[in-house]
């Protein structure tokens, strides 16, 4: 099953998150699934927070910023009736704003569930509800704004 990230357009596929063409970066994978789209990603120890063992923040914004944005894409394709790589006009969404609630510490070395939900999509904004879940835990939760990319002349 094709990652939406894997749809990205080859300008668009340099993201440190997400990016399939950044060798350095984290290639965080998020699909499709009925009302709701989902990723998993295991940060590397590497990415030690503050409190031993658990997850350093920024890395869990990271998560919800390219998860957010490519959940915001597919949503818009799909109220557009369309499927991503038909061949029209990509659809890429930026994060205008992110809010990032962090619930409970999150722990390294354990699968994290990251998943999102359409709250509205007008014009150009899309409104992204996320979470991210480490053993049926969530341990944080956001809300994104994302604006449609549209290339300036
Ligand atoms: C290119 C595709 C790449 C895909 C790879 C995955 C990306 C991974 C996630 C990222 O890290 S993205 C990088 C971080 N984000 C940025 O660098 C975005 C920088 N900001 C901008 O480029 C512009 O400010 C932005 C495109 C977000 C908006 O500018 P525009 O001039 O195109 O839009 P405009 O100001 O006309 O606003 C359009 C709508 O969005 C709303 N909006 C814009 N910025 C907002 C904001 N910050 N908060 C809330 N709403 C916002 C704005 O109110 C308006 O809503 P309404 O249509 O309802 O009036």
């Known amino acids: 099953m094709q990652a939406i990230q894997d749809h990205y357009p080859a300008?668009?596929?340099?993201?440190?998150?997400?990016?399939?063409?950044?060798?350095?970066?984290?290639?965080?994978?998020?699909?499709?699934?009925?009302?709701?789209?989902?990723?998993?990603?295991?940060?590397?120890?590497?990415?030690?927070?503050?409190?031993?063992?658990?997850?350093y923040g920024g890395m869990l914004a990271s998560l919800l910023d390219c998860h957010g944005t490519a959940s915001a894409a597919a949503f818009a394709y799909?109220?557009?009736?369309?499927?991503?790589?038909?061949?029209?006009?990509?659809?890429?969404?930026?994060?205008?704003?992110?809010?990032?609630?962090y619930r409970r510490p999150t722990p390294l070395g354990v699968e994290l569930l990251i998943e999102g939900t359409l709250c509205s999509l007008e014009g150009r904004k899309a409104v992204i509800d996320l979470t991210l879940s480490a053993g049926g835990e969530v341990c944080v939760t956001g809300v994104m704004v994302a604006v449609q990319f549209v290339a300036k002349a």
């Open 11 to 55: 300008e668009f596929s340099h993201c440190y998150g997400c990016g399939p063409a950044n060798p350095h970066g984290f290639h965080l994978k998020s699909y499709i699934d009925g009302e709701r789209t989902h990723a998993r990603f295991t940060p590397a120890s590497m990415y030690s927070g503050g409190y031993p063992g658990n997850v």
């Open 78 to 101: 799909r109220a557009q009736s369309r499927v991503m790589g038909d061949g029209g006009p990509p659809i890429r969404f930026v994060t205008g704003s992110l809010k990032v609630d």
